[in-house]
């Protein structure tokens, strides 16, 4: 199973990448990584933090169309942007899941998160590797 790394502020976060779902735009992800971005704090749905994916990261399709709920990793064709989702949040419309983390790996992203409000701007390392290769 292939997951999403996203490390960031010495550590990093896996979840697992939704490749059967959402096939387009994980390939499309996966064309471009590894790459860096920088994160922000939305607070559109409340706890979610963004970054840009390159332009070339081209998917406009919505394949896994879902109502976010906290752990959900989508991507938003229309912002070019990926939108990572924890704590208390309202999802104001479905999205294009790419990748769930596990309810503790949630938590461990949330800490870091609410971080965020107060320091934005964090580079985000992305990539996509297999379950295998987790450090």
Known sequence: MKKL???????????????????????????????????????????????RAPPSCVADDVE???????????FWGIRQVICVFYDDMIALN??????????????RFA??????WDHPGSIVTVDIVEEGELS
């Open 111 to 116: 800490a870091e998160g609410r971080k965020m």
């Open 5 to 51: 790394k996203l490390s960031f502020n010495d550590m990093t976060f896996y979840a697992d990448l939704e490749t059967e779902r959402a096939p387009k735009t994980c390939a499309a992800l996966e064309a471009v990584c590894p790459f860096q971005s920088i994160w922000l704090s939305a607070k559109v749905c409340y706890n979610e933090s963004v970054f």
């Open 64 to 74: 896994n169309p879902v109502f976010s709920t906290p752990g959900d990793i989508v």
């Open 94 to 107: 479905t999205a294009n899941r790419i990748a769930k983390m596990s309810p503790d790996e949630t938590m």
